[in-house]
């Protein structure tokens, strides 16, 4: 401690300075070259011309967008992407949410092993896990064969290929993102807080909506949004278990860069998908914060 | 520019019988000519789709070139990338590919933009051998098939005669459409309904009556497999070479012929103009048109040979040939009309059809 006030002022700027430029550096030029530099090429791109038979064209257009814009058929594809986000989402929370209180406040000796059961799922690729949902939900599938033995159906259900099938896969994909970052943040709320609601008389209902929410918003708004940005961005989901007809943004943006060569179509696409999935989070958390503002 | 190449996706293994068989193949590499040796010691880059393809490749045709040393490198992606790539080296003295596989619609689009070169047979010997109707003169052409129709006879008793068996209403709901192969559905559909190869727009509105009577659309050729041994598809249109392979795998499908024709699918081997192992290219092509390896290629995927030159005895290869009858009625897609409309078709299929 000594030392340290001991130590002159500026040569001590200069060294933290070159620490910190240290740190960042290294990060701060892999994104510029890994994700800056190509978004702007990307964006150049997308302002070109697509010409059958020719690829890309030279030009400074906004076609491509007014095509996404203006197009019913991108616009519902879009609007079907941010329901099925927002639907996933609140499902994870509802799922999520006791999940996680339990693993944050269990005192069991299989803490850590429930722990990894939630975590194990990550260990398996999301196109895996619709492989896996595949099987689950075919017509001659696990559920289905459940379902006909139990005399609950007469003829197979018809759910593959369905916005069921994409809406329980997604949810699946996104639930331990959601419940790691609840049991984080419950984990830091104080277990005293609650045991002193209870001895003033207050019911557990109440408890949990006028303390343990609250303190909890934080972790509710940072995994809802990233449970929120996964599904907006979802592809192997809604490919494998959506189908042909079931369209959301992230395949669709392949199918034009990939599989149409339509470089400045599939640009636009990626940039309205980006701004809108970041134009909603940003608007979705701004609007919670002020009204847990409000509500203190 | 969607180019789905249509050859099976099966797993393989090389058991030691074929290992020595294609090593055998080796032994005959004189076959690889002269070209052989003037590309002595070099390296191929070959572009391909990847997968069985790839390792049939790599299986049936490297084992004639290694007596010359030449080195085959791959360069995997699937086609419009590929093209793509072609297209952003086409300015630069050198490319990165010596050869570039590609569906018979690719090859004709990188020509007509002037990135392929016309190659010079007299460099490939076994090219003399080449079916007049599969050859062009910017590729050279590797196997090929043509469409038909896979049903299943224990629910489609009368075997269909016509594309147009797929709209009758005692197979409501039962009939599937695959989603990758937009372009020959489309083009079946126009067929029946006053258009043809270079008219598909009748065939949209045909193809809706179809939407309307319950057809399934799967998301791949795999799944269209999975639906027909399930049986919850009865028919469907489909490479012959793709049905042979199906049916050989215990899928309950029998293959008919539709009367308007069989509209070939073909898979070519281009050179770049930029290649920078043109000699090595030649080496490739040679060896590729060999018999031996194009026997291999009827085993394996159930493909027709490109070349006159191969002996089709095996029970395999006697399913997979066309008939002299069917081989007068093969028909060549209208490649011009495909690289204009592939977008709008495409865009139509999304927007019209599917949704």
Redesign the interface.
Same mark, same amino acid.
């Given at each position: 401690m000594v030392d340290r006030m001991a130590a002159p002022a500026i040569p001590r700027k200069a060294s933290s300075h070159l620490t910190a430029t240290m740190l960042v550096g290294p990060a701060t030029v892999v994104v510029v070259a890994m994700l800056l530099l190509p978004l702007v090429i990307l964006f150049r791109y997308s302002l070109n011309r697509f010409v059958p038979g020719q690829f890309m064209v030279e030009a400074l257009t906004l076609e491509n967008y007014a095509k996404v814009f203006f197009d019913p058929y991108y616009r519902t594809v879009l609007s079907r992407t941010a329901g099925i986000a927002a639907l996933c989402t609140a499902l994870c929370l509802v799922i999520g949410y006791p999940a996680a209180y339990l693993l944050a406040r269990t005192q069991s000796r299989f803490k850590t092993l429930l722990i990894l059961l939630v975590v194990m799922p990550l260990f398996v690729g999301s196109a895996v896990r619709a492989a896996g949902w595949m099987v689950v939900f075919g017509h001659r599938g696990a559920f289905n064969a459940a379902l006909l033995w139990l005399g609950v159906v007469r003829t197979p259900l018809e759910i593959m290929f369905t916005p069921v099938a994409v809406i329980v896969g997604i949810t699946g994909v996104n639930l331990p993102f959601m419940v790691l970052t609840l049991q984080s943040v419950i984990e830091g709320i104080d277990p005293v807080l609650e045991e002193a609601a209870l001895g003033l008389g207050a019911p557990p209902l109440a408890v949990f909506r006028r303390v343990t929410l609250p303190l909890s918003l934080p972790g509710v708004v940072a995994g809802s949004l990233l449970c929120f940005i996964l599904a907006m961005n979802a592809y192997a989901t809604p490919v494998l278990l959506g189908g042909p007809r079931f369209q959301m943004m992230a395949p669709v943006v392949y199918t034009q860069i990939s599989e149409q060569a339509n470089w400045p179509l599939g640009g636009a696409l990626a940039f309205v998908l980006m701004a809108a999935t970041l134009l909603m989070t940003v608007g979705a958390g701004a609007l919670v914060r002020r009204r847990s503002r409000q509500a203190h | 520019?969607?180019i789905r190449h249509p050859l099976p996706t099966r797993s393989w293994s090389l058991s030691r019988r074929r290992f020595i068989e294609g090593a055998g193949a080796a032994g005959i590499a004189a076959a690889v000519g002269s070209h052989g040796v003037n590309a002595a010691g070099s390296k191929v880059v070959v572009g391909t789709w990847g997968g069985d393809y790839q390792n049939l490749i790599q299986k049936n045709i490297v084992p004639l070139l290694q007596p010359a040393s030449i080195e085959v490198v791959y360069a995997t992606d699937?086609q419009?990338?590929r093209?793509?790539k072609m297209?952003a080296e086409a300015r630069l003295p050198r490319g990165t590919m010596d050869i570039s596989a590609l569906a018979r619609n690719g090859s004709y689009?990188m020509y007509?933009?002037g990135t392929l070169l016309e190659p010079d047979i007299s460099k490939i010997p076994n090219a003399k051998h080449l079916l007049p109707q599969v050859s062009v003169p910017y590729a050279v052409p590797h196997i090929y098939s043509g469409r038909v129709i896979l049903y299943n006879p224990k629910f489609v008793t009368e075997k269909p005669t016509s594309y147009a068996d797929l709209w009758d209403p005692k197979y409501t709901g039962r009939v599937g459409v695959i &989603?990758v192969q937009y372009l020959p559905t489309i083009e079946s559909a126009a067929m029946i309904s006053g258009g043809g190869l270079s008219d598909y727009e009748p065939g949209k509105a045909k193809l809706l009556e179809l939407k309307k009577m319950g057809c399934k659309?799967?998301?791949t050729n795999e799944a269209m497999a999975q639906a027909l041994k399930?049986e919850?598809i009865w028919m469907c249109i489909m490479w012959k070479a793709r049905g042979v392979m199906w049916r050989n795998a215990g899928i309950p499908i029998e293959i008919a012929a539709p009367k308007e024709g069989f509209v070939l699918f073909i898979s070519d081997f281009c050179i770049p103009k930029n290649a920078p192992n043109k000699e090595g290219a030649y080496a490739f092509l040679n060896a590729m048109l060999d018999p031996k390896p194009q026997e291999g290629f009827i085993e394996d995927m159930g493909y027709n040979p490109s070349v006159s030159d191969v002996e089709l005895t095996t029970a395999m290869a006697k399913r997979v040939r066309f008939s002299a009858e069917e081989q007068a009625n093969l028909l060549v897609p209208d490649y011009g009309y495909l690289?204009?409309? &592939?977008?709008?078709l495409?865009e139509w299929w &999304?927007?019209g059809f599917?949704?």
């Open positions: - | 520019m969607n699937q419009p990338p093209m793509t297209l689009e007509k933009a &989603d659309i799967v998301p399930t919850e690289a204009k409309n &592939d977008a709008q495409k &999304d927007k599917k949704a």
